[in-house]
């Protein structure tokens, strides 16, 4: 019997540290539009627009500190007898600020790509689009954030996981996204415990054998806890 634990987290895991969700009230989707920040084709319509969306939420990742949800998920990595894989629906870099290791399926704040020969480097501050990229010199450099109508990254890797975990943990997401929101179906068919730990209900909460409600900083350390005995 395998005893690896997969754990997916969402934008509710970082709400605590001062980052904001998508779908909460006030949240990044009331603020913004997605087909306009984060599609590509709003790319290509008005790239220093989505520069400026990016480069602000760099900006504000760059100031946000772990909280105790983050800590407690990289202590479950470094404790835990079996494997501990953490993918995360988030583009800021927390997990590993707090010592864990993630795989980001959405890509990274701090990454940059280039749209004409798929050269990836360590993203300044403040991107632009004239911004040539380093290996070929084209103006076509992007965050490496994956945008609706993308692929995620890792897919193949995270099935593999899915398909041979004991558990499957769920925190801070809405499941409104797919393929991330789809996981919990995969674990189960795997033969997997599931858990969703969020502030509230979500649309997807009745697939998951059990329930936990509250702040991530609350109910995240606890579940660890109750894991590591
Ligand atoms: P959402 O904003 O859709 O959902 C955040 C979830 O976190 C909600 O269910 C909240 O109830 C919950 N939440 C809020 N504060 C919390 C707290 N302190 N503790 C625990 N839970 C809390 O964010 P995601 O599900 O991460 O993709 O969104 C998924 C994807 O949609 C994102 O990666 C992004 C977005 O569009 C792209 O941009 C491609």
Redesign the pocket.
């Known amino acids: 019997m395998t005893d690896k634990i997969i754990v997916l987290t ?4 970082s ?2 540290s001062g980052l904001g ?4 009230e006030g ?1 990044l ?1 009331a603020q913004h539009r ?1 087909e306009d920040v ?1 599609t590509p084709e709003g790319f290509a319509r008005n790239p220093q627009l989505v520069h400026d969306f990016y480069n602000a939420r760099r900006a504000q990742a760059a100031e946000a500190s772990p909280n105790e949800a983050h800590v407690a998920l990289a202590e479950l990595q470094a404790r835990w007898s079996g494997e501990v894989v953490i993918v995360t ?3 800021d870099g927390l997990h590993e600020a707090a010592g864990g290791v993630a795989l980001h399926m ?1 890509g990274r704040l701090t990454g940059a790509l280039c749209n004409a020969c798929d050269h990836r480097w360590e993203a300044p501050m403040t991107m632009a689009p004239d911004d040539p990229c380093p290996a070929c010199g084209a103006r076509a450099t992007r965050p490496d ?4 109508g993308e692929m995620p990254y890792h897919m193949e890797e995270i099935a593999t996981h899915l398909a041979s975990c004991m558990l499957f943990a769920s ?7 797919y393929p ?1 929101a789809g996981f919990v179906q995969e674990a189960r068919l795997a033969g997997a415990e599931t858990v969703e ?4 209900p ?1 649309d997807i909460s009745r697939a998951f054998a059990q329930r936990r409600f ?4 609350q ?1 995240v350390p606890d579940w660890v806890a109750g894991l590591l005995g």
């Open positions: 969402g934008a509710g895991l709400a605590e969700t998508f779908r909460d949240g989707w997605i984060a629906q988030n583009v959405h954030v994956v945008w609706f925190i801070g997401t809405s499941g409104q996204v991330a730990l969020n502030l509230e979500t509250g702040t991530a900083s109910v």
